[in-house]
């Protein structure tokens, strides 16, 4: 008897990696909600911190979540270049604006623009907290191709190594990194500085984590000696 070629599929989807195997992709939801956070982040943030542009650019970053939305509205369960160029754009455009406010709080700190110590810690924990959503889309829309292709398993070679792909008792065999675990290590990166439990492989990956981290290090080391100097 000849195997099939179905067959001779299941038996390969078997024999690798509990996380390296076809699944039915992740909600689009808890994505979509994080992103509406970050536009209202960017949107209330004060006008002297912000590009002149700021709210066509909100506006622009919600219709771009909205198209991504009605294409794909559920499951990210294949690769869809069309979702993918969009994302890329909504990231890109998310990447632009924070990284401006973000130049124009450390000029106003360095010039002694801010005398409010309340303001600061606000404005400045807004900004970092769009740092690190942002981030952690980068690293969700990048890894092994993106949501859409770890949801097909088509790409072998992973670029972050999550604690529960280096041994199968450490998850269920349902287990699959989703947008909550880049979220999460882009938060301790931003935190801490460093990768803390998950180590990036790619050279890509790596640099992108020393980015965030030098970034998060510059902003939160001048924000708070600031703040400190103003108190006193």
Not at 21 to 26: A, F, K, T, V, Y
Not at 32 to 59: D, H, T
Request: hydrophobic fraction near 50%.
């Amino acid at each position: 008897m000849i195997p099939s070629p179905i067959m001779d599929q299941d038996a390969e989807n078997r024999a690798r990696p509990h996380w390296l195997r076809p699944h039915q992709g992740e909600h689009r939801w808890p994505v979509a909600v994080v992103v509406v956070f970050v536009i209202g982040l960017q949107f209330g943030l004060p006008r002297s911190l912000a590009l002149a542009v700021q709210i066509p650019i909100c506006a622009l970053e919600s219709v771009l979540l909205f198209a991504v939305i009605v294409i794909n509205p559920r499951r990210i369960n294949r690769h869809l270049p069309s979702t993918r160029f969009i994302g890329f754009l909504l990231i890109s455009l998310m990447t632009l604006s924070n990284t401006a406010s973000a130049i124009k709080l450390i000029d106003a700190i360095i010039t002694r623009g801010v005398t409010d110590a309340r303001s600061l810690l606000l404005t400045g924990g807004s900004i970092w907290l769009t740092n690190v959503v942002v981030f952690g889309l980068w690293y969700w829309e990048l890894d092994r191709g993106g949501p859409g292709k770890r949801a097909e398993a088509s790409q072998t070679y992973p670029d972050f190594i999550f604690p529960q792909m280096s041994d199968p008792l450490y998850a269920p065999k349902t287990w699959h990194p989703n947008f909550f675990d880049y979220l999460y290590t882009s938060f301790t990166n931003g935190s801490a500085f460093s990768p803390t439990d998950v180590m990036p492989l790619s050279r890509w990956a790596k640099a992108l984590m020393l980015l965030q981290s030098m970034t998060a290090l510059l902003m939160v080391g001048l924000v708070i000696a600031r703040a400190v100097n103003i108190l006193h």
